[in-house]
């Protein structure tokens, strides 16, 4: 089983939509969590932090549930510049992040 | 302020040779930490280089190798290179006090190895 998992993705949608990614994680040590976002042949860029409270950031909401070792990424009215691949990130022991393989996020007008 | 910057850009190799990558981190900061991105996989950790020293490493044979100087810099090396270390070489830098979170990624080096 991998360490982070998440949806396989792609995801095309029209601009507007609500699209939501999902992501489990096995090791239930796991310390802190993220969404990075990375464009294509570029590097990755952290998005936000994820809270066991759950947060917001403008359009987009990040949720943790630490019993079922599950994260989500909800992203409101998309847009053209959402597109991108997702990756989610877990921090275990140390400052290793551990990242998924990522999913493709593709909006279109 | 500059961010994390990396050389080269990028760099084709043939089997067996060897490659050393070079890293400055974000002005700053005193951890590296090296990943490789394989095409359509997410970042896999490699090691972290903090005051001079690995700290953690990775699932990664010895063939990778690493250093840090004493101005927070810091190469990868890698030895005896086979087709399937081709991919993308990330580095990341962050400040240790603070639990080493957010990493500030640099653009990376794209190796080939033909």
């Known amino acids: 089983r991998k360490e982070v998992e998440q949806d396989p993705g792609p995801f095309n949608v029209p601009e507007g939509a609500t699209v939501a990614f999902n992501c489990t994680y096995s090791?239930?040590?796991?310390?802190?969590f993220f969404w990075y976002r990375q464009d294509c042949r570029k590097e990755p860029k952290l998005l936000m932090s994820v809270y066991s409270s759950g947060n917001e950031d403008g359009r987009f909401t990040a949720q943790l549930n630490r019993a079922s070792q599950y994260i989500s990424l909800l992203i409101r009215d998309s847009k053209l510049s959402d597109s991108a691949t997702y990756l989610c990130v877990v921090l275990q022991a140390g400052t290793a992040l551990i990242f998924g393989k990522g999913t493709t996020l593709s909006v279109s007008s | 302020d500059a961010g994390v910057t990396q050389s080269p850009t990028h760099l084709i190799k043939t089997r067996g040779q060897q490659v050393t990558l070079r890293c400055s981190p974000k002005?700053?900061?005193?951890?590296v930490s090296w990943y490789q991105q394989a095409l359509g996989q997410g970042p896999q950790f490699i090691f972290q280089?903090?005051?001079?020293?690995?700290?953690q490493r990775g699932n990664f044979p010895d063939r990778f190798s690493g250093h840090q100087f004493p101005n927070y810099s810091s190469e990868l090396n890698v030895n005896a290179l086979l087709l399937g270390d081709s991919a993308l070489y990330l580095c990341?830098?962050?400040?240790?006090?603070?639990?080493?979170?957010?990493?500030?990624f640099g653009d990376g080096t794209r190796l080939s190895i033909l």
């Open positions: 280089y903090y005051e001079e020293e690995e700290r």
């Open positions: 002005s700053g900061h005193d951890t």
């Open positions: 090791n239930s040590a796991s310390q802190s």
């Open positions: 990341a830098s962050s400040l240790f006090d603070v639990g080493g979170q957010p990493q500030h």
